[in-house]
């Protein structure tokens, strides 16, 4: 049991370890130049689908950007809601004059809708660079001058950045901050510029920048047309292809709020948890394997010996430095990434509903008919 137990803290103090590494290793993206720069034109493409809430705030901020030679496409994907409403509205304004909208066409077999969606925007983009966000975003007037400056320097083929997560329900604040904690824990951040490797591989959806040739030679979102997580499958595509690929912070010029509450939060993790894990058996099993080790099991050990009146190393005081590292662990994230500090010290609470949302993930998508995501079922198949 000893044995085990300093297994147990040891594997946690490496995962401390990858995380301040990874803390040092992301930057914040550089200041926007003066003058003469890296300024090619860059074509901003945003996918909507039920975006009625969303929309305006985030295409006013896109708009407002500080870069002198952009456009801004959206396209609408067979919206049920009042999204392609607002976005006639706003292009009417004055301010919307710079403004694209696109009606997405139907989707093809084997596309999942965001890609298919990309993938048209792609096609009508005219930029040197394009930039893949979503809607559900919110731009510094920065966020773009500075974004292009992190590629030019990074002579990157594909960069993508950490938003800041807005968070306003209990449910958002105790789970959502569990994407940086896996995030930041288990890859080691440095290596997926410094290797080739596909297994090293960054980016988050809400923010990814592409040279345009880059894109291109990868079959842009054609290569992950079936892949639910298609952000990640980028990068791999981009690395395979031979680009390169930069990480940079962005907390202060990009936010996002991914999920409005529990039900949304539910949904939306049960569509990507399953992806994000390749859709592996293996997978599945080693996540729960290693949450329950890690982040479930101490906790237990910690009852039963308080319970027992056993104060031994093996059984109380090793627990309690497991449970004090993993905590430290999460208060650290939490502190790079602008977050509530309390979900924190309810690691154990979000690591629960994690098992829980990835056995739904495995079971909708194994034995149902696949997550359900506005509207859209996305089955194992690839066919939505």
């Known amino acids: 049991m000893l044995i085990y137990q300093l297994f147990i803290l040891g594997s946690l103090l490496v995962f401390l370890g990858i995380v301040l590494k990874n803390l040092g290793d992301l930057s914040r993206l550089p200041a926007a130049p003066d003058g003469e720069a890296f300024r090619p034109t860059v074509s901003v493409l945003v996918p909507a689908r039920n975006e009625e809430l969303n929309i305006t705030e985030c295409i006013s901020s896109l708009l407002s950007?500080?870069?002198?030679?952009?456009?801004?496409i959206v396209l609408d994907d067979h919206s049920t809601d009042g999204t392609l409403s607002e976005l006639r509205r706003f292009a009417s304004m004055p301010q919307g004059a710079r403004l694209r909208i696109l009606e997405g066409s139907g989707l093809p077999a084997g596309w999942h809708g965001k890609a298919w969606a990309c993938q048209q925007l792609g096609e009508a983009a005219k930029g040197e660079l394009l930039l893949f966000t979503d809607a559900d975003t919110r731009h510094h007037p920065e966020a773009l001058p500075r974004a292009v400056e992190a590629i030019g320097q990074r002579n990157a083929d594909m960069l993508s950045l950490t938003p800041a997560q807005e968070m306003a329900s209990?449910?958002?604040?105790?789970?959502?901050?569990?994407?940086?904690?896996?995030?930041?824990?288990?890859?080691?951040?440095?290596?997926?510029?410094?290797?080739?490797?596909?297994?090293?591989?960054?980016?988050?959806?809400?923010?990814?920048?592409?040279?345009?040739?880059?894109?291109?030679?990868?079959?842009?979102?054609?290569?992950v047309c079936n892949n639910i997580v298609e952000d990640v499958w980028l990068c791999k595509a981009v690395k395979r292809a031979g680009g390169t690929v930069a990480a940079f912070d962005g907390t202060d010029v990009v936010r996002c709020r991914m999920y409005r509450g529990f039900s949304e939060l539910w949904r939306g993790f049960s569509k990507n948890l399953f992806a994000g894990l390749g859709n592996s058996i293996p997978g599945f099993l080693a996540l729960m394997t290693l949450v329950a080790l890690l982040y479930l099991l101490p906790y237990a050990e910690l009852v039963c010996s308080s319970l027992a009146g056993d104060r031994s190393v093996a059984m109380f005081w090793l627990p309690a430095a497991q449970v004090a590292v993993a905590l430290l662990i999460r208060i650290i994230i939490a502190l790079k990434f602008r977050q509530p500090l309390w979900p924190a010290l309810c690691h154990v609470l979000s690591q629960v509903i994690l098992m829980l949302i990835a056995f739904n993930s495995f079971r909708l998508t194994v034995f149902g008919k696949g997550p359900e995501w506005k509207g859209r079922n996305y089955p194992l198949s690839g066919h939505a």
């Open 65 to 72: 950007q500080r870069y002198p030679d952009f456009e801004v």
């Open 170 to 223: 209990f449910w958002e604040k105790l789970i959502v901050p569990l994407v940086y904690h896996i995030l930041f824990s288990y890859l080691p951040i440095a290596m997926v510029r410094q290797s080739a490797s596909p297994a090293f591989c960054y980016a988050i959806g809400q923010f990814i920048l592409f040279r345009r040739e880059a894109y291109e030679r990868i079959g842009g979102h054609r290569s």
